[in-house]
C-alpha cells in the first residue's frame, strides 16, 4: 500500500512522561507537569518545546495560576497522527482508525472466515485495511502503524500466532509479516485481550491510571493486568488469561488441554447451552465461533436485561463463575479495580458488576482493608479494535520503565 511512516521517535522516558501526561489531562500547565513527572521546569520547558515543534502539543490559551500570572496551556494534538487497529475474533473482525486519543475516526465491520484457513483470513484482512483507510481519508503519511489484537498464544518476538484454541488451523502463522508485507505499514501483534486493555488505559485517561485487571467478554475469555501504571504482560507475553483459570477441576476438557476453565462457563455457546438445559430444551449444537452461537447470546442477552427469569438465572450462574475466578485473580495481584469489557459483556454488564463486588468484598484475603471497583469498559464494544490502534499509540508514546 506504501502509506504507512516510521514510527515516530520520542527520545527518552522524560519525554514519554510529559507527553502521557498533556494526553491524560485535558490540558495543563508546564507548571503542573513539573510537578506531575518530578522534573526541573527548565526541562519541561525544552521538552515542551520539542512536542509542540513536532506537533504533537498545542497551546491552548492561558489561565490564571496560583502565583497570579496568567498560565499557558497546553493539550495533545489529537489529529497529529494516527493509527489503524484491528481485531480478529473467530465470528467477526472489526477494524477502525483513531486519533491520538483513540477516538475513533472509521469503522468496518465484517464476518472472518476462519473456517477457510489463515491465508484466507489475512487476504480479506488486507482488503479491509485498505478499504477503510481510504474511506477515513486520513493522509497515508499520517499514520503510524496497524495494530493488531487476535486470539492467543502470541510469540510476539517473530509476530508469530500460535495454535489459538479458536482459529482451527492456524498452527503458527506469521502474521506481523505477512500483514506489513502486503499492507505497508509496520505492524504490531498483541492478545486479543491485553490490547483490549492497553486501549482502556491509552483511552481512560486518569481513571484508568494506576493498578487494574480488564476483563474481555467476546468468543472466549481473556484478560490484562496494568501493574504500577505499566502493562504487565508476562514472560511470554500471554498474561491475564483469565479465560483459563480452573473453577472446576473435575469439569470437561478446555480446548486449551485443561479443565474446568472459566471460558468453558462464560463463552456465549456454553451460555446459551445452559440456558436451554434450564428451559428443559434440547441443547443446541451450535460451534463457539458460529454467528448462530453470538446471535443467540446476543438474544439471551437482551433477555436478561429485560427481566426474563431464566435469563437472568443464566447469566447470574456465568457471573458467579466469573466471580469464583475473580477471588484467585484479586488474592495474587490484589488490584483495586477490575474493568469488564467486550461485546460480550452488552446488556449483561450490571449482573456481572454485582457478583465481582460480592466476591471481592466477601471472600478475598484482603477485604478487611479494601473495596474492589467493578466498572464496564470506557471504550465499549470495538475495545478489541480500539485496543488494537492503541498498542501503536502505547508503544510509540507511552512512558516504560523498559525505555531506561
Not at 469503522?107 to 483507510?133: K, N, W, Y
Not at 493498578?211 to 504487565?232: C, E, N, P, R, S
Amino acid at each position: 500500500m506504501g502509506m504507512g511512516t516510521n514510527l515516530l521517535w520520542l527520545g527518552d522516558l522524560n519525554q514519554s512522561r510529559v507527553l502521557d501526561a498533556i494526553r491524560r489531562a485535558d490540558s495543563i500547565s508546564r507548571v503542573e507537569l513539573a510537578e506531575q513527572t518530578g522534573l526541573t521546569p527548565q526541562s519541561v520547558s525544552n521538552i515542551v518545546r520539542r512536542l509542540l515543534e513536532a506537533e504533537l502539543v498545542l497551546e491552548a490559551g492561558r489561565r490564571s495560576s496560583r502565583g497570579g500570572k496568567r498560565a499557558t496551556m497546553l493539550r495533545l494534538n489529537a489529529t497529529a497522527y494516527y493509527a489503524v487497529g484491528m481485531h480478529i475474533d473467530p465470528a467477526s473482525t472489526t477494524l477502525v482508525v483513531t486519533d491520538l486519543r483513540g477516538r475513533v475516526i472509521e469503522r468496518s465491520h465484517r464476518r472472518t472466515p476462519s473456517g477457510h484457513g489463515p491465508a484466507r483470513v489475512i487476504d480479506s484482512l488486507v482488503e479491509t485495511v485498505r478499504r477503510t483507510v481510504r474511506s477515513s481519508r486520513v493522509p497515508a503519511d499520517r499514520i503510524l502503524g496497524l495494530g493488531v489484537a487476535t486470539p492467543g498464544p502470541i510469540d510476539a518476538g517473530g509476530g508469530f500466532v500460535v495454535e489459538p484454541p479458536n482459529l482451527p488451523g492456524w498452527h503458527r502463522v506469521p502474521l506481523q509479516e505477512e500483514l506489513e508485507s502486503a499492507t505497508g505499514l509496520p505492524v504490531i501483534i498483541d492478545n486479543d485481550a491485553t490490547a483490549a486493555t492497553i486501549g482502556e488505559r491509552w483511552s481512560g485517561g486518569d481513571q484508568r491510571s494506576g493498578d487494574m485487571a480488564f476483563v474481555y467478554f467476546g468468543t472466549g475469555i481473556g484478560g490484562g493486568l496494568v501493574l504500577g501504571d505499566q502493562l504487565y504482560r508476562g514472560t511470554s507475553w500471554n498474561a491475564g488469561e483469565v479465560g483459563h483459570i480452573t473453577v472446576d477441576a473435575q469439569g470437561r476438557l478446555c480446548p486449551c488441554g485443561s479443565r474446568g476453565c472459566l471460558e468453558l462457563y462464560l463463552a456465549p455457546h456454553a451460555v446459551v447451552a445452559e440456558a436451554a438445559r434450564r428451559r428443559g430444551e434440547a441443547v443446541p449444537d451450535l460451534p463457539r465461533r458460529s454467528a448462530m452461537a453470538i446471535e443467540s447470546y446476543d438474544r439471551l442477552c437482551r433477555d436478561a436485561e429485560a427481566g426474563d427469569e431464566i435469563a437472568v438465572a443464566t447469566v447470574r450462574e456465568a457471573a458467579s463463575r466469573l466471580g469464583q475466578a475473580a477471588v484467585s485473580l484479586l488474592n495474587v495481584v490484589d488490584v483495586p479495580l477490575i474493568v469488564l469489557g467486550g461485546w460480550g459483556i452488552s446488556h449483561v454488564g450490571p449482573i456481572y458488576q454485582e457478583a465481582l463486588r460480592e466476591a471481592g468484598d466477601e471472600r478475598t484475603i484482603a477485604r478487611a482493608m479494601r473495596k474492589v471497583r467493578v466498572e464496564t469498559s470506557l471504550i465499549g464494544d470495538d475495545a478489541g479494535a480500539i485496543g488494537a490502534a492503541s498498542l501503536v499509540l502505547y508503544t510509540t508514546y507511552s512512558p516504560r520503565v523498559s525505555s531506561l
